[in-house]
């Protein structure tokens, strides 16, 4: 059975380290049998949440892009960078306007995270934050995560490729173990809760 994976990098730097390790693991996650579109950023870009404006309009296009992404996709493949120790403000304003919509967009999907960072952490703190608002939109987050830095150190000379074999293995198994691990969980999630499909109403 195949899976089906968006798989983008949650920052909007043009030389994002993290848009480069997606471009590693992408290859390894198609080589286990992944169908896997990658997608900018920038295309899910929206204002902050306001609950009045999605009270009156909807979703925004760059969420509802994100949203629309979403839809035929098994799991997400997300490469994101921490910032101040936690996930960025930019990808929680992200999954707090697809959080609205109903049918819950992010509902019965599984994720794998990756991170690097400028820091020697590699960006392990902002990924343990960044499960939380997942897993709160019943999101199944695979409980191995990559993450390594320094990001300069991480890459070789030629600034795509990964300078450690063991690291770039590390990825390669991740990717096999994840996508096999998608491919089980498929259709058999979690039920969902009434409030994910039943439109709220509006709050006064
Ligand atoms: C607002 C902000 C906060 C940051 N906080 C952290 C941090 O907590 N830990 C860390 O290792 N790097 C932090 N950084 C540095 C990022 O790791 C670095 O900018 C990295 O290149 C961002 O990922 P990207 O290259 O994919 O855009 C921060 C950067 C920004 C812009």
Same mark, same amino acid.
């Given at each position: 059975?195949?899976?089906?994976?968006?798989?983008?990098?949650?920052?909007?730097?043009?030389?994002?380290?993290?848009?480069?390790?997606?471009?590693?693991?992408?290859?390894?996650?198609?080589?286990?049998?992944?169908?896997?579109?990658?997608?900018?950023?920038?295309?899910?870009?929206?204002?902050?949440?306001?609950?009045?404006?999605?009270?009156?309009?909807?979703?925004?296009?760059?969420?509802?892009?994100?949203?629309?992404?979403?839809?035929?996709?098994? %799991?997400?493949?997300?490469?994101?960078?921490?910032?101040?120790?936690?996930?960025?403000?930019?990808?929680?304003?992200?999954?707090?306007?697809?959080? &609205?919509?109903?049918?819950?967009?992010?509902?019965?999907?599984?994720?794998?995270?990756?991170?690097?960072?400028? %820091?020697?952490?590699?960006?392990?703190?902002?990924?343990?934050?960044?499960?939380?608002?997942?897993?709160?939109?019943?999101?199944?987050?695979?409980?191995?995560?990559?993450?390594? %830095?320094?990001?300069?150190?991480?890459?070789?000379?030629? %600034?795509?490729?990964?300078?450690?074999?063991?690291?770039?293995?590390?990825?390669? &198994?991740?990717? &096999?173990?994840?996508?096999?691990?998608?491919?089980?969980?498929?259709?058999?999630?979690?039920?969902?809760?009434?409030?994910?499909?039943?439109?709220?109403?509006?709050?006064?």
């Amino acid at each position: 059975m195949s899976v089906k994976l968006l798989a983008f990098a949650a920052s909007l730097r043009k030389e994002s380290w993290n848009r480069k390790l997606l471009a590693v693991a992408v290859p390894y996650a198609e080589a286990a049998g992944a169908e896997v579109t990658v997608r900018h950023f920038r295309d899910f870009e929206g204002p902050m949440f306001d609950q009045d404006l999605f009270s009156t309009t909807g979703l925004p296009p760059g969420p509802q892009a994100f949203a629309d992404a979403l839809g035929p996709v098994d %799991g997400i493949l997300l490469a994101t960078p921490e910032y101040n120790y936690s996930i960025p403000g930019t990808l929680k304003n992200l999954i707090d306007w697809v959080s &609205r919509a109903r049918p819950m967009p992010l509902l019965g999907k599984s994720a794998v995270f990756l991170s690097t960072s400028s %820091g020697v952490v590699g960006g392990a703190r902002g990924l343990w934050q960044t499960r939380i608002p997942f897993e709160g939109c019943r999101v199944s987050v695979y409980p191995e995560m990559f993450y390594n %830095g320094p990001a300069p150190q991480l890459f070789a000379d030629d %600034g795509v490729s990964i300078r450690d074999p063991k690291l770039a293995a590390g990825i390669e &198994r991740l990717m &096999r173990e994840y996508v096999e691990w998608a491919r089980r969980l498929k259709g058999s999630t979690a039920s969902p809760r009434s409030s994910d499909l039943i439109p709220r109403p509006p709050l006064t």
